[in-house]
């Protein structure tokens, strides 16, 4: 037991920290707001050679074979930064692929992500948002040697930025818990694939998919066919605990932003910062900031070695949607008027933090998770020792 | 970073356990219930028989004082494990660590002679500390304290009176902070004694407590019914028992409150109702009706569930900082204002969960736990109070974690 990060850990920390810096100015993000693609292939290529696509894919497809806490790092870093880049889209769906696909699809996959010449996403979610596996409608069904896919999905992230998409279809009925679904891996160039941007928060890339008789072969599957479902749990729980690392790095940063000008904006006669009032609410930042960055690094470990981690990405992530947004509201509250204008930049944080907060899981949903795991099964429960689990109601 | 415990950790937790099943016998609960002082942080439960015997059976296992020198009594172990020791019987209700005992001060700051003296019988339970810090007219501004030493050759003689003394009435001895220095700053000119209670002119006076009639249940956080005021009327003591140097009290003071808070008890009086009403819920229906089918008291369950992870997270950080020599900045003020403020929003929540059998006492017809919930909604926002209050830990978060500046201040009275 040692919650602290090793000097390793630091060590990345530090280097990508360093780097963003450098390489990501806010002119840059801005700039990316309004860009056809909404990132830079160079940096992609850059980040690339920092090893940063594939720091968890295994070493035989050019990736680092690191533990998934580094991605987390690397994340938080990207957040702190708002790097324009779809790093987090890419990753999630490269690590599916990495931990369920075929030699053959790995191989037709992975050395492209590692090397910055390719971006991944996934589709998840259709008209009811609802985190639940019930609510795919999307069919993909089967002819020969192919399967044809029509229905629509919604939030696809970076879908105009990505080469592949891996999108969850149901090719049998629903009936109890997640049977009847399957992960397809599907070229976005794809005949009969088209897209609606969506005008965002955060200004970012997403898209409504439409699938209008799409066809993909059958080497396009990901898994078990009908049986998709826990994999796609589990890329959905990545992704989630992903999500909050790149939430809270970003939420750090602005947080920092409403510290440091708290020291120099007099009021009154003295700074802000001097006033309780105001010091207080610097404090519950960072101690919601922290709270958050506890149980997200705890579900991240858990991943690494092997254990299950469905309630604690549920906490971090329930957590962090409530903790985050008080935070960059709080933060826009220390700043006053200038926060609410266009041409500073703490908009850039505020608006992007919330939007995450509204995708992968709301807290509700989440919390509902967290509840069935504690109250629907029998047993006493201790805090610190393991939560039973079952399969998604 | 490292969330899991080692191997050699989860079998001491299992012997803990296995020892806890065998040794806390009903009789043994019930000399406790009767003896009880109601669940504080320290170790101020006062000892029958059967629980002075349970304590020798500790010791005899090595778990008391773990992470202590054996020279002075502890078994040169790491703090990890003392802190497993200490959450299992906690969890029990029995306090084997040294918080609150004042061990870790005299450890830090005390002489070569002070801490063979001391620690050895901190550890055993043969002494015990009452904390002689709030005063009538200085709480969260303690270093306006009144309380006078006065040298007089080799000795200092004191008078003054200290509040909420909360174990002076079984203690042996008083972790006493008390002013030598009344022409300096007045962080400046304060120093802390060790005084033994059989000390003349020391008179202790019951305070009694709103856990009083009836008595809080076991486990109660801050459900002690009794504390005091104490009284020190021309009290004469030797030099040695100056702790540190004098009129430099105030920094040994601080750090033995901040060495103090650190481990299981602090976190965990914080969180027993989190895992309380889960497992109530879980296995109690009021009529036909359980709680456990709301969705809105299943959505707050899981909310309080992540606060209190939190609580235990933060423990933990604190550990890993004290593992790696303690250097805090902020963090151990952080986790005193989060863990408490979550134990006031659990109890609270939980008198919205059971309406109203959430206001029935310990021995009510109809008491819920006997009335542990009840008693604890008194009891929670004590621990936001004692030991530093919230606010002021916020205070310390926001200037030593943040470095922002200290801003004007009311200029109170002089000493």
Redesign the interface.
Known sequence: MDLLLTDEEKMLRHTAREFLEAECPTTLVREMETDAKGYPPLLWRKVAELGWQGMALPEKYGGQDLPLVYVGLILQEAGRALVPLPLHSTVAAALTIASEGTEAQRQAVLPAVAGGESVLTWAFTEEDPRFLSETIRTHAVGDGEHFVINGRKLFVDNFVAADQCLVACRTAPASQGLGGLSLFLVDTASPGLSQIPLVTLAKDKQSEVVFDNVRVSRSSLIGPLHHGGPIIERMLERATVLLCAQMLGATRKDAEMAIEYAKYRVAFGQPIGAFQSIQHLCADMIMWIDGGELLTYEALWKMDQGLRASVEVSQAKAFCNEKCEAVVRLSQMVHGGIGFMMEFDLHLWFRRVSAWTMRLGTSFEHRARIAHALIDSPGRVILGRSVPVEAEA | ??????PQ?EALRRDVRAFIAEHLTPEVVDEMEGASEGFGVGRSIARGPLVSQLFKKIGERGWLGISYPKEYGGQDGDR?SQYIVEEEFARVNIAVGLAGSGAPAILAAGTEEQKRYFIPKLISGEFSFALGFTEPQAGADLASLQCRAVREGDEYVINGQKMYTSAAHTATHIYLMARTNVDVPKHQGISIFLVPMDTPGITVRPLWTIQNQPRAPLGTTYGAYRTNETFFDDVRVSRTTLLGAENQGWGVGSMGLNLDRVGAARYLIS?RR??DI??W??EHRFGGYSP?DD?AI??K???L??????C???T??S???V??GGNFT??GS?EK??SPEHGVRTSEAITQMLGPYGQLLNGSPRAVEKGIFAHNLMGAFQSGINHGSV?VM??Q???R????????RPSGPRQ
């Open positions: 970073m490292d969330f899991g415990y080692s950790q990890m969180v989190d895992e889960v497992n819920v879980k456990a969705p299943r959505d369950i899981a909310e569930w992540i606060e209190a992870q939190v235990r997270l933060m933990m950080r550990m890993s900082i593992e790696h902020y963090e952080a204002v989060w606010q916020r205070d978060v926001a200037r974690g943040l470095g922002l500046p200290s801003g004007r």
